[in-house]
């Protein structure tokens, strides 16, 4: 007889046995086809599970132990995953992670990106065929993103939702987060357009000096020298660094937890700017500590909305940014001064282009049935025109597609999280008076780092 127990024994099994294939996958253990079909086996495991009458049962007649919140964050995680377990679905999702692992789309041999593509066709030179048969191969993936949203919409309608957007915020218990909320993040984040172009400016010249000031092998013992300050323990048996040697599979970093909390990973790609190197180390490590603090043995208490993941890492990435954090890490007053310029476009400019493509994956999904490639071009338009031209790329949708169609709607998790930790610093910093202190970081950690999901969010942090 099926039970809660078993039911979260199955489902924490399920999950920690995806991420070890990510890791395997990253270390280079398994080459990519392997790797994706193994993640179809065992979606169709998961799948076939989640829709056994044993589990549809469970939830219909109630059981001893079933406690509410507990009923309700299953049924948030297993509605979700029925959909992405789906085969149907995953098959498309591997299809697209192929394709983007083996560049888009290449040119005599050369990688090119979609608009350089369309530049090139725009052009009309003698080389106008050869082009039109690399455009034909793109036509091809135009289609499969959009039978992958009209799927994902499909098993989303089969589940209740009106779509698979509304879904998605179901499942991350944000449901309420309505048509209002969003327009009122949008006119926040972007009326501050208009001092971009001089952000950029100084961007760029920080990070040019940044790049030859620092050196990425100090950047780990600094986050430790602080964390010791602040009393922040971390347990390196339970962090574990990938040393993915010189050739990487690929060129992003994440955190993962093999076991929340005794066993978490984090991967950091090396072949990066120092200062993206040392914001990567903060946050990943800011994942790892948050990973490894979380005190609970239920498997659903301890998965706690992305939002709040994302912003349990913000949390240590701001010690690049804040006053008294820079003062203990850097004595250069023009080091400091080049951090925080370089802190503001990933609050500012960084969160506009998520919110830009966030909108724009909304838009589309919201379609239902009548999505088509020419209605999506339209949005990807009107978003660009919205955004004052920050991202003038519009018409390459299909690009952008696709690299968010893995984990679509990711993007509102980072302009979440931004709101989220600005509240939580302000209140230490009232509170307490410094951020950087072992009394801050004490009821840091009493109040956000061990906390499960066991609790509803009390507030609707996200309303302005
Ligand atoms: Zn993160």
């Given at each position: 007889?099926?039970?809660?127990?078993?039911?979260?024994?199955?489902?924490?099994?399920?999950?920690?046995?995806?991420?070890?294939?990510?890791?395997?996958?990253?270390?280079?253990?398994?080459?990519?086809?392997?790797?994706?079909?193994?993640?179809?086996?065992?979606?169709?495991?998961?799948?076939?599970?989640?829709?056994?009458?044993?589990?549809?049962?469970?939830?219909?007649?109630?059981?001893?132990?079933?406690?509410?919140?507990?009923?309700?964050?299953?049924?948030?995680?297993?509605?979700?995953?029925?959909?992405?377990?789906?085969?149907?679905?995953?098959?498309?999702?591997?299809?697209?992670?192929?394709?983007?692992?083996?560049?888009?789309?290449?040119?005599?041999?050369?990688?090119?990106?979609?608009?350089?593509?369309?530049?090139?066709?725009?052009?009309?030179?003698?080389?106008?065929?050869?082009?039109?048969?690399?455009?034909?191969?793109?036509?091809?993936?135009?289609?499969?993103?959009i039978?992958?949203i009209k799927?994902?919409n499909?098993?989303?309608?089969?589940?209740?939702?009106?779509n698979y957007y509304?879904?998605?915020?179901?499942?991350?218990?944000?449901?309420?987060?309505?048509?209002?909320?969003?327009?009122?993040?949008?006119?926040?984040?972007?009326?501050?357009?208009?001092?971009?172009?001089?952000?950029?400016?100084?961007?760029?010249?920080?990070?040019?000096?940044?790049?030859?000031?620092?050196?990425?092998?100090?950047?780990?013992?600094?986050?430790?020298?602080?964390?010791?300050?602040?009393?922040?323990?971390?347990?390196?048996?339970?962090?574990?660094?990938?040393?993915?040697?010189?050739?990487?599979?690929?060129?992003?970093?994440?955190?993962?937890?093999?076991?929340?909390?005794?066993?978490?990973?984090?991967?950091?790609?090396?072949?990066?700017?120092?200062?993206?190197?040392?914001?990567?180390?903060?946050?990943?490590?800011?994942?790892?500590?948050?990973?490894?603090?979380?005190?609970?043995?239920?498997?659903?208490?301890?998965?706690?909305?992305?939002?709040?993941?994302?912003?349990?890492?913000?949390?240590?990435?701001?010690?690049?940014?804040?006053?008294?954090?820079?003062?203990?890490?850097?004595?250069?007053?023009?080091?400091?001064?080049?951090?925080?310029?370089?802190?503001?476009?990933?609050?500012?400019?960084?969160?506009?282009?998520?919110?830009?493509?966030?909108?724009?994956?909304k838009s589309v999904y919201e379609l239902g049935n009548k999505i088509d490639?020419?209605k999506i071009?339209k949005f990807?338009?009107?978003?660009?025109?919205?955004?004052?031209?920050?991202?003038?790329?519009?018409?390459?949708?299909?690009?952008?597609?696709?690299?968010?169609?893995?984990?679509?709607?990711?993007?509102?998790?980072?302009?979440?999280?931004?709101?989220?930790?600005?509240?939580?610093?302000?209140?230490?910093?009232?509170?307490?008076?410094?951020?950087?202190?072992?009394?801050?970081?004490?009821?840091?950690?009493?109040?956000?780092?061990?906390?499960?999901?066991?609790?509803?969010?009390?507030?609707?942090?996200?309303?302005?």
């Amino acid at each position: 007889m099926m039970n809660i127990r078993k039911l979260q024994n199955k489902l924490s099994n399920y999950y920690y046995k995806e991420n070890n294939l990510f890791i395997k996958y990253s270390l280079g253990n398994i080459k990519t086809k392997k790797y994706l079909r193994r993640i179809l086996e065992l979606n169709k495991t998961v799948y076939k599970f989640l829709n056994s009458k044993e589990i549809l049962a469970l939830f219909n007649t109630g059981n001893e132990g079933f406690d509410n919140r507990k009923k309700e964050l299953l049924d948030r995680y297993i509605r979700y995953k029925r959909v992405e377990s789906n085969p149907e679905i995953v098959i498309k999702r591997n299809e697209i992670f192929k394709k983007i692992k083996n560049t888009l789309y290449t040119l005599d041999g050369e990688t090119i990106s979609e608009s350089k593509l369309r530049e090139k066709i725009n052009k009309k030179d003698e080389k106008q065929e050869k082009y039109n048969k690399v455009w034909e191969k793109l036509k091809e993936n135009q289609r499969l993103v959009i039978k992958l949203i009209k799927d994902r919409n499909k098993c989303a309608k089969k589940e209740g939702f009106k779509n698979y957007y509304n879904l998605y915020l179901y499942r991350q218990g944000l449901e309420n987060f309505k048509k209002c909320d969003v327009q009122n993040f949008k006119r926040k984040i972007f009326y501050k357009v208009n001092e971009r172009n001089k952000i950029k400016k100084n961007y760029i010249k920080s990070k040019e000096y940044i790049e030859n000031k620092l050196e990425k092998d100090n950047a780990k013992e600094k986050l430790f020298k602080l964390l010791e300050k602040v009393n922040v323990k971390i347990n390196k048996k339970k962090i574990i660094e990938i040393d993915h040697g010189e050739n990487p599979s690929f060129s992003w970093n994440f955190c993962l937890p093999k076991n929340i909390p005794n066993d978490v990973v984090i991967y950091l790609h090396k072949n990066k700017s120092v200062y993206d190197y040392y914001y990567s180390v903060f946050h990943e490590y800011g994942h790892a500590i948050h990973y490894s603090s979380i005190k609970c043995k239920n498997f659903i208490y301890k998965i706690l909305p992305d939002f709040y993941n994302e912003s349990m890492a913000f949390l240590f990435d701001r010690f690049l940014y804040l006053n008294d954090t820079l003062d203990f890490l850097f004595e250069s007053s023009k080091v400091k001064e080049s951090m925080k310029n370089l802190s503001i476009p990933d609050n500012e400019l960084a969160i506009a282009n998520n919110f830009n493509q966030f909108l724009f994956e909304k838009s589309v999904y919201e379609l239902g049935n009548k999505i088509d490639s020419n209605k999506i071009q339209k949005f990807k338009k009107k978003l660009s025109k919205d955004n004052l031209n920050y991202e003038k790329k519009y018409y390459s949708w299909c690009n952008s597609l696709m690299h968010t169609s893995l984990y679509p709607f990711h993007n509102l998790n980072y302009i979440l999280a931004k709101k989220y930790v600005d509240r939580v610093i302000s209140k230490v910093i009232d509170k307490i008076g410094k951020y950087s202190t072992k009394r801050s970081f004490n009821y840091i950690i009493k109040n956000y780092l061990t906390r499960s999901n066991k609790n509803k969010f009390k507030y609707r942090f996200w309303e302005i």
